[in-house]
């Protein structure tokens, strides 16, 4: 088992793109990287010194488990509710230092000195499609944020099933396409998918096979870290790139029935 240290997570994030100033959002498995001296904390130390002076370190920490009945939206506590996304995002999340977004279904956590910034407001603006809320990815919320500030995205030891971002793109291309029916049509088509943590229909692409993908485009690094890999990517094309492939072939992508609610919606908006 590897020995790695906070120095060796700032090198590793420098060497696979931070730079002073960065926000650095990331999915990881502490033990992937074999023993890691001062833990999660060390981890969560270690990208800040990457992304230092001006950085910020954020982590998805979920609270929604996907069962209503368990897990009421009403319940939710922004200060309390832990998440279940592992010990590096609850590590962040019960740091003194963090800030959280306040949604019940998809918050961040982030340490930084954008991380008000980044956190506020979360919901706001225009409501986007989602299985969840229609304010979980909003216009104004932390992964719109990471999109608009080509945030770099990390994975440490896991693959990009991981990858909530996904969630936020699944959104804008469902938005899309319903923004291009006539507008009397827009509830009937909305009310025929997923919303309200009522699971119908939905996109749900798989990350793991959309990465050879993105890999193929030259827009992925990858660099050792102890006994894994660490893995990144910029926001921006790795959002731009997958919309691209979503709208180009879309049937790859989706379930048949999924499909065919495309086949729908593309019908009604030539009618």
Same mark, same amino acid.
């Given at each position: 088992?590897?020995?790695?240290?906070?120095?060796?997570?700032?090198?590793?994030?420098?060497?696979?793109?931070?730079?002073?100033?960065?926000?650095?959002?990331?999915?990881?498995?502490?033990?992937?990287?074999?023993?890691?001296?001062?833990?999660?904390?060390?981890?969560?130390?270690?990208?800040?010194?990457?992304?230092?002076?001006?950085?910020?370190?954020?982590?998805?920490?979920?609270?929604?488990?996907?069962?209503?009945?368990?897990?009421?939206?009403?319940?939710?506590?922004?200060?309390?509710?832990?998440?279940?996304?592992?010990?590096?995002?609850?590590?962040?999340?019960?740091?003194?230092?963090?800030?959280?977004?306040?949604?019940?279904?998809?918050?961040?956590?982030?340490?930084?000195?954008?991380?008000?910034?980044?956190?506020?407001?979360?919901?706001?603006?225009?409501?986007?499609?989602?299985?969840?809320?229609?304010?979980?990815?909003?216009?104004?919320?932390?992964?719109?944020?990471?999109?608009?500030?080509?945030?770099?995205?990390?994975?440490?030891? *896991?693959?990009?099933?991981?990858? @909530?971002?996904?969630?936020?793109?699944?959104?804008?291309? %469902?938005?899309?396409? $319903? /923004?291009? =029916?006539?507008?009397?049509?827009?509830?009937?088509?909305?009310?025929?998918?997923?919303?309200?943590?009522?699971?119908?229909?939905?996109?749900?692409?798989?990350?793991?096979?959309?990465?050879?993908?993105?890999?193929?485009?030259?827009?992925?690094?990858? *660099?050792?870290?102890?006994?894994? @890999?660490?893995?990144?990517?910029?926001?921006?094309?790795? %959002?731009?790139?997958? $919309? /691209?492939? =979503?709208?180009?072939?879309?049937?790859?992508?989706?379930?048949?029935?999924?499909?065919?609610?495309?086949?729908?919606?593309?019908?009604?908006?030539?009618?």
């Amino acid at each position: 088992m590897t020995e790695v240290t906070r120095a060796d997570i700032s090198a590793a994030f420098k060497a696979a793109g931070a730079v002073q100033g960065d926000t650095v959002m990331f999915h990881g498995s502490l033990k992937s990287m074999g023993h890691v001296q001062g833990g999660a904390t060390a981890v969560i130390d270690g990208i800040l010194d990457a992304s230092s002076p001006g950085g910020t370190v954020a982590a998805a920490t979920l609270w929604y488990n996907g069962n209503p009945e368990e897990c009421k939206k009403e319940d939710f506590d922004v200060a309390t509710s832990p998440t279940w996304t592992g010990l590096l995002a609850e590590t962040l999340r019960r740091d003194p230092r963090s800030l959280r977004s306040n949604s019940f279904s998809h918050s961040v956590s982030a340490i930084g000195s954008r991380a008000r910034e980044l956190t506020e407001r979360h919901g706001e603006g225009r409501p986007f499609p989602s299985p969840w809320s229609e304010q979980s990815f909003a216009e104004i919320s932390p992964w719109s944020k990471f999109y608009q500030w080509n945030a770099l995205y990390a994975f440490i030891g *896991v693959d990009m099933n991981s990858c @909530t971002m996904k969630h936020y793109i699944e959104s804008r291309f %469902v938005a899309e396409l $319903l /923004d291009q =029916l006539p507008p009397e049509r827009y509830t009937e088509f909305r009310s025929q998918i997923a919303m309200d943590c009522r699971s119908i229909l939905w996109i749900f692409y798989p990350g793991a096979k959309m990465r050879p993908r993105l890999e193929e485009k030259g827009i992925v690094t990858k *660099v050792p870290l102890g006994d894994t @890999t660490l893995m990144t990517i910029r926001t921006r094309p790795l %959002v731009e790139a997958t $919309l /691209d492939i =979503l709208r180009a072939e879309p049937e790859n992508w989706c379930t048949p029935e999924f499909a065919s609610w495309l086949s729908r919606v593309k019908a009604a908006r030539l009618s």
